[in-house]
Nanobody, 124 residues
Framework: QVQLVESGGGLVQAGGSLRLSCAASGRTFSSYAVGWFRQAPGKEREFVGAIRWNGMYTYYADSVKGRFAISRDNAKNTVYLQMNSLKPEDTAVYYC?????????????????WGQGTQVTVSS
């Protein structure tokens, strides 16, 4: 069982930066791939990016490539989402999720554990 808690969301001006954290409980967290997703009001949940269990591979949606970066510290059971050059269209609730699936990148329905989300609001 893995429990995930996101933090670090908030209000930021366009062009600014935020770093989200996803803290996990569970001794086997280092074995899981972790994905970040976001959901804006009235829209479907959208994939943002993912990182493999060992941190050696990452994958990003085109909409955030070059602006967002995912990293992880397995010793701290934490995955990070560094968001730079933020735009108003990045406004959403951001979720982290964990999966033991071996496919890469994992599909949305392969993620078994989800956090509660953290709000990111980017003002213009």
């Amino acid at each position: 069982q893995v429990q995930l808690v996101e933090s670090g969301g908030g209000l930021v001006q366009a062009g600014g930066s935020l770093r989200l954290s996803c803290a996990a409980s569970g001794r086997t967290f280092s074995s899981y791939a972790v994905g970040w997703f976001r959901q804006a009001p009235g829209k479907e949940r959208e994939f943002v990016g993912a990182i493999r269990w060992n941190g050696m591979y990452t994958y990003y949606a085109d909409s955030v490539k070059g602006r967002f970066a995912i990293s992880r510290d397995n010793a701290k059971n934490t995955v990070y989402l560094q968001m730079n050059s933020l735009k108003p269209e990045d406004t959403a609730v951001y979720y982290c999720a964990a999966t033991y699936a071996s496919s890469w990148p994992p599909g949305l329905y392969e993620y078994k554990y989800w956090g509660q989300g953290t709000q990111v609001t980017v003002s213009s």
